[in-house]
């Protein structure tokens, strides 16, 4: 993406899109990195030559996955976070180190696939002696710098959540070495110029600027809040549900929600909890296109299932059998049994209502858990493009949903970006105010 910015401006301009999804080898289930970069490197390219006075770079990816490294060297490709390896992780690390310790320490939410299990597993760790999340990674190649970035760091479970730095004694309990954790560097920070190879590639020499490198990070600085009472909703693939804090609720109660404790740009805390959020749509669909040999125009699906007026089963988003990749409508006809629809328009809105209602249940429980009374909802990224999930949000929660903007990830990364160069307002309030009045969210009002 080219974002530009300036004197009430605020837009992109989408360069490229690559595919990106798990490649299964020998050894269980892996991202294939080397195209994925080599994707990166060529957009770069475009972007400079239809851009020739871009400033700088900025990267932002999903979370917890990484690379290691010898000697500069990537020793293989990184590990995709649903690779079953995980469950050994999560057995050996609570062995260690009891959950209930492990969220006094990070307060993150219990997820199977946080890093430190993914470490903990990992045979080629003893040869590493770094460890880059995939953002970072990417950076260590465009510049040769190697950084942590800390919005990102936190969701490995090795960052403290009082003070932000690496936990290193639980890193060296559970047999991660320290010395494979880099420095941290907070968003806005300059992590290096472009390599001279790469200059001569892309085609003009660049500095990379560490934005909120975990997409949620960058999602939530872009998310227009509208009063302090607001919730977002940054969804794609998951649903990050939840609100924007000062200061940890590390609490019993907060633990047993599983609600989590991710840092986000300027020292706030992202105390949400994640809900598998359109993932249960596309593998749907993709199963169904699969049976069809044909594609499947997903707005006409979505239209006709917003046209079925009988109430429809509803199953738990959250259930673990609906994790992996696969045949979804069979998993999701099993937790639903003689409920199941019969039709695609019918088992589409099963789909759509089940996410609500986990959305809806979770701003409650945010609401319960900080005390706060929550107002309305922000719901950002590509989920804030389903009018049938925005208003089925809206009537489950009992509060407007503000829809947008699309690109939030993108816009968060862009604005941090421009507040480093000088070019956007200093506070995320005001970057947010600038969010606002330039793209205006679709407003969905509750009908019940």
């Known amino acids: 993406m080219i974002g530009r910015i300036g004197d009430g401006r605020l837009d992109l301009e989408l360069v490229s899109r690559f595919p990106n999804g798990p490649v299964e080898r020998a050894d269980g289930l892996h991202w294939d990195f080397a195209a994925l970069y080599e994707h990166v490197v060529a957009g770069l390219a475009e972007a400079v030559r239809r851009e020739p006075g871009i400033e700088s770079i900025g990267i932002d990816s999903w979370a917890v996955d990484y690379g290691l490294l010898r000697d500069g060297e990537l020793l293989a490709e990184p590990f995709h976070y649903r690779d079953e390896r995980t469950a050994r992780g999560v057995e050996q690390v609570h062995t260690v180190a009891a959950f209930t310790e492990l969220y006094r320490r990070n307060g993150l939410q219990f997820l199977p696939f946080n890093t430190l299990y993914q470490l903990r597993v990992d045979e080629r760790l003893a040869e590493a002696d770094t460890a880059l999340l995939i953002p970072d990674l990417i950076a260590f190649l465009l510049t040769g710098s190697a950084v942590a970035e800390r919005t990102n760091a936190s969701t490995t479970g090795l960052l403290g959540v009082q003070d932000a730095e690496w936990d290193a004694a639980l890193a060296e309990r559970l047999g991660i070495p320290r010395s494979i954790l880099p420095p941290l560097v907070d968003p806005g920070a300059t992590i290096g110029a472009l390599r001279p190879e790469l200059v001569e590639r892309v085609g003009k020499g660049l500095p ?39 200061a940890p609720v590390l609490t019993d109660a907060a633990r047993e929600a599983n609600f989590t404790h991710e840092l986000g740009v300027d020292g706030r805390y992202r105390f949400l909890h994640n809900v598998t959020g359109l993932w249960l749509l596309s593998e749907t669909v993709r199963a169904w296109e699969a049976d069809d040999g044909a594609p499947i125009d997903l707005p006409e699906l979505l239209s006709a299932a917003s046209e079925v007026t009988d109430a429809v089963a509803l199953f738990d988003a ?39 209602e986990a959305f809806a249940q979770t701003v409650r429980t945010a609401s319960a858990l900080t005390g706060r009374e929550l107002d309305s909802i922000h719901l ?55 969010v606002s009045h330039t793209h205006s969210p679709a407003r969905f009002t509750p009908r019940r």
Not at 214 to 221: G, K
Not at 230 to 242: F, M, R
Not at 406 to 429: D, M
Request: glycine content about 10%.
């Open 318 to 356: 959250n259930d673990p059998s609906l994790s992996a990749p696969g045949d979804m409508p069979a998993r999701i006809r099993a937790l639903l049994g003689d409920e199941a629809p019969t039709t695609r328009p019918a088992f589409v809105r099963s789909i759509v209502e089940s996410i609500a």
């Open 208 to 246: 990379v600027i560490a934005v909120g490198s975990h997409d949620t990070a960058s999602a939530v600085v872009a998310a227009p809040l509208s009063t302090p009472r607001s919730a977002y909703i940054s969804c794609g693939t998951w649903g990050l549900v939840g609100v924007e804090l000062s």
């Open 380 to 434: 950002v990224g590509g989920g804030s493009l389903n009018r049938l999930l925005c208003q089925a949000t809206a009537d489950r929660t009992g509060l407007p949903v503000l829809a947008g903007p699309v690109e939030a990830t993108a816009l968060g990364n862009v604005l941090v970006q421009a507040r480093a160069l000088g070019a956007a307002p200093s506070t995320l309030e005001e970057l947010r105010a600038l």
